[in-house]
């Protein structure tokens, strides 16, 4: 895959592009302040109303991102890319529900994660606060950024997006409504603000606004990400590829297996929790391979199969490539193999998988157990689609991204992500015992 480049200046534009996006990050450390000091009520009812207001102006964002949707088909953009731009009356509604879901979950910032009071008499606490100003970078998804304003306002924090050109109306709508209604509750309406998306070098600028910008955090396939994090100066979350496996044990009930790796491909093959390799015990192999390539097909899967899933046969199976095991299809393709046991497919996975979701299917307790401890992934599933790893599924309302790095967090960020912590210590004209400073001249 040839890497993402972020220019760092254009003749026209560079120096203009520069000092409007680091503008907007010294607006949004100011407005990150005031949002620190935010009751949870005040945030609460702000959501509230964001969720309102949202449904409220559904035609005026629909209308919006019809534009964006006439705008890609005319350039030729898939129609697995298209359904991820897509919003609808029932996607809005999605995104207000998932408003009123944050807003009802408990305020990190102030919790108090350990404390004690020391022997000399000081009390040491150790609290939850916010980050301070989060930049998101991220391709054609809108509802992305009502789930990241959301989710950085109730955790006190400032966002700058920084969403793709195919969605630019889109988001330019969805933001308008945010910032209104935070006018309306008398805080800094630049605790939210959209940065130019028609220069790639506005990402540069934004990833290397070190001492501005506190964390940023990419959303999109694997180029913008890897180049996110290997570019950025400031703080990077690597979040998101999804090239994620379904392993069918000798002892899963086949039935049970079919819907999971249906729901887990065919659901929304556009997303990064979809399924993109299926993994198949070689003691069921011969009765669960037929059903499984049939079932597909009639979804509309291609299966990219090894030799045995070809031997299978079917109009929508393929000779799979070296290429397709590492592939995030984002698409209705998916690859299979058979494998001989448990810890073949284990191999397989740590050879090819990207840390995001690995399911297995299985009755065996011990065979679960060891794929849940032995397989490196965020989250793991065990009889249940990869379609979970969500955080609407996970009760966060929404997430700011699914982490695939081990530090600063892991699998989907809420809003505990999204803060970092302070240590607090509470004396009464303590001083620490120690020798005396020299005096001058000694």
Known sequence: MTAIEFPTSDKATGDDLRDQVRGAARRAREASAELAQTTRGAKDALLQDVADELVKRAPEILEANERDVAAARESGMTEALIDRLVLSTGRVEAMADGLRTVAGLPDPVGEVQRGQVLPNGVQLRQVRVPLGV???????????????????????????????????????????????????????????????????????????????????????????????????????????????????????????????????????????????????HADIAEEFLPRAIAALGEAGVAVHGDEQVVAVGGPNVVPATDEDWDTEYLSLDIAAAVVESLPAAVEHIREHGSGHTEAIVTSDFRASQRFTSQVDAAAVMVNASTAFTDGGEFGMGAEIGISTQKLHSRGPMGLPELTSTKWVAFGDGHVRPGSAPAKPGS
């Open 134 to 280: 989060v930049g998101i970078v991220y391709e054609g998804r809108p509802n992305v950024t009502v789930d990241a304003a959301g989710l950085t306002l109730k955790s006190g924090n400032a966002v700058l997006l920084r969403g793709s050109s195919s969605a630019e109306s889109s988001n330019t709508a969805l933001v308008r409504v945010l910032r209104d209604v935070v006018a309306r509750h008398g805080l800094p309406t630049d605790a939210v603000q959209l940065l130019p998306c028609h220069d790639r070098a506005s990402v540069h600028h934004l990833i290397t606004a070190r001492g501005l910008v506190d964390v940023v955090i990419p959303r999109g396939g694997a180029g913008l990400i890897s180049a996110v994090v290997e570019q950025a100066t400031v703080p990077a979350i690597e979040t998101g590829v999804g090239n994620c496996h379904v392993y069918v044990d000798s002892s899963a009930d086949l039935d049970m297996a079919l819907r999971i790796l249906l729901n887990s491909k065919a659901r929304r093959p556009s997303v990064c929790n979809s399924a993109e390799t299926f993994l198949v």
